[in-house]
């Protein structure tokens, strides 16, 4: 038997005065799998250190086997509070790089999409930095209209969280009438709901005191430090990729960008309800300019593009060339052109951007994702230091930190 | 005045001359190339001059093919204000693949940098901490390296009852 040794304590630590914390990595109050290792004094926190890395998986070493349309679900799985913003993310990298045109009613339809989705993620954010400063009714009355999102997801490509939803081209069908009914229903109902989640939280005394001044961090910080997204917005800098880099016809929809001054949970929290708002607006304007395809325009829901699009299952059983097609698809034999391209979009927590590097190949020859929470995770130590536990929490959920994204 | 890709070029041909080189549009933003002992010096001079105060990206590629330049970092950097993304690398020997770390000038790289020292074994001289950081400290190869494939999904010498393979 393996004899037994004394724990031997590092040098100094009798001596120290501040204590040891481990917060994670899977603790009820850091929502996803974070690991720090705090000094604290009292219940201030001296420093801390990360660790990540938990939920690694390798994505960007599995896309270099795998066909574009094979990569759509892997990324699914990195913000899966808005995977279908990854989605479409990818299509429209896949599309740049290959240099399809997309209709504008599927531009539109996109934006519908995309813009459920970032409601969707900033409603979780929002209510989470609610449940993290004790306040649960409003997570759990948002939850229904999260509800309502998938739903619509549902209708539109089968399934709620990891969507796999759209194709390089479009969309795999066309909209149902449910999905616009569902949709109607939600641009009816959530509004209001919206406005009493901002009631509840916005001049909330507790919740102000709670989220002022803590946690923030200047402009110039925060750009060193690579934030974007909202959370670079709350620390004032309007810099969104939907309107620096316009992708999917986002040029042709009004919309403001809310910023914030002092970069603070609160700051944060008002920016991703002011974006929501937006959201709201722009999903309708698109809803308008879906409505306004007539005949045979407003039964476009695909690009033409038979290298990349499958065919309807009816033409491949039916038709010689979609047969052909579809198997060629199927098998990955289409060789990708060589070359590289950066392709970003406005994420959930951030700029989302995809590095593609093809060889001439039938898979990327290297695909890398910017994850935007990964960058800006670095800050954590010094939004923090110096500060109480309890707004350590906080700041982590106002973050938006999503665990899938960080660690790829 | 606004910044084009032919003022940048024209500049930071001026500063560097040869040192810069392979200026390229094709892939929709400008990208080029200077030899690896010159990357802080170029960085430098488009934060300062050029204002590309936003490192966007910062990730490796491993090219086998090339001799003597087989691992590439490729950094994206952003202009905020004229708002213009630009791409820059550098390429280093698989033998001696020494970067110098851009962490003085953008608190960001220091994740992206560890990050690509974990996957590609690049290792960036003067990062106040650079270790693994997604994989397991005990890893001994670098997985994103072309010579790491993964694992042949037809093999048969692996007993696994509980996946059913085998």
Sequence with gaps: ?????????????????????????????????????????????????????????????????????????????????????????????????????????????????????????????????????????????????????????????????????????????NFTNTAFTKLEKFLNEYPKVLQEFENLFTRNRIFMERTQGTGGISAARAMNYGFTGPNLRA????????????????????????????????????????????????????????????????????????????????????????????????????????????????????????????????????????????????????????????????TMSSLNLIAGELDA | MSLTYTTIQEKLEEKFGEQVSLFSTDSGILSFESPAAQNLKVMQFLFDELGFTFLTDLCGVNYPDQKDAELVVVYHLHNFVDNIRLRYSVAVPVAQPDVFTATKLFESANWMERETYDFFGINFIGHPNLKRILNVDEMDYFPLRKEFPLEDQTRIDKDDEMFGRG
């Design chain 1, 1 to 173: 038997m393996e004899a037994h040794h004394n724990i031997v304590l590092p040098e100094g630590s009798i001596e120290k005065t501040t204590t040891t914390l481990n917060l994670g990595p899977t603790h009820p109050a850091t929502h996803g799998v974070f690991q720090n290792i705090m000094e604290i004094d009292g219940e201030r926190v001296v420093s801390t250190e990360q660790s990540v890395g938990f939920i690694h998986r390798a994505f960007e070493k599995l896309a270099e086997r795998r066909n574009l349309y094979q990569i759509t679900p892997i990324t699914d799985r990195l913000n899966y509070c808005s995977s279908p913003i990854n989605n479409m993310g990818w299509h429209i990298t896949c599309e740049r790089f290959l240099k399809v045109e997309t209709p504008k009613r599927v531009d539109y339809l996109r934006i519908i999409i995309m813009e459920l989705a970032r409601i969707s993620d900033h409603l979780i954010c929002n209510s989470i930095v609610g449940v993290d400063t004790g306040a649960y009714t409003g997570f759990l009355y948002v939850m229904q209209y999260r509800e309502l999102i998938y739903e619509i997801y549902e209708e539109v490509c089968g399934s709620r969280l990891t969507t796999n939803i759209g194709r390089i081209g479009g969309f795999e069908r």
């Design chain 1, 235 to 394: 620390a004032g800098v309007d810099y969104d990729v939907r309107v620096a880099h316009p992708y999917s016809s986002y040029q042709d929809l009004d919309f403001s960008i809310p910023v914030g001054t002092t970069g603070d949970n609160y700051d944060r929290f008002l920016v991703r309800n002011a974006e929501m708002w937006q959201s709201i607006s722009i999903i309708k304007q698109a809803y308008e300019k879906v409505q306004s395809f007539k005949g045979t325009e407003a039964e476009i829901f695909h690009a033409d593009v038979p290298e990349y699009y499958l065919p309807k299952k009816e033409d491949v059983y039916n038709n010689m060339e979609a047969l052909i097609w579809h198997f060629k698809i199927i098998m990955g034999e289409i060789d990708l052109p060589k070359g590289q391209i950066y392709s970003a979009v406005e994420g959930g927590n951030g700029e989302l951007g995809f590095y593609l590097v093809s060889d001439g190949g039938r898979t990327p020859f290297r695909l890398h994702f910017r994850r935007p929470c990964f960058i800006y995770y670095q800050a954590y130590p010094e939004l923090i230091t110096g500060g109480m536990l309890s707004d350590a929490v906080v």
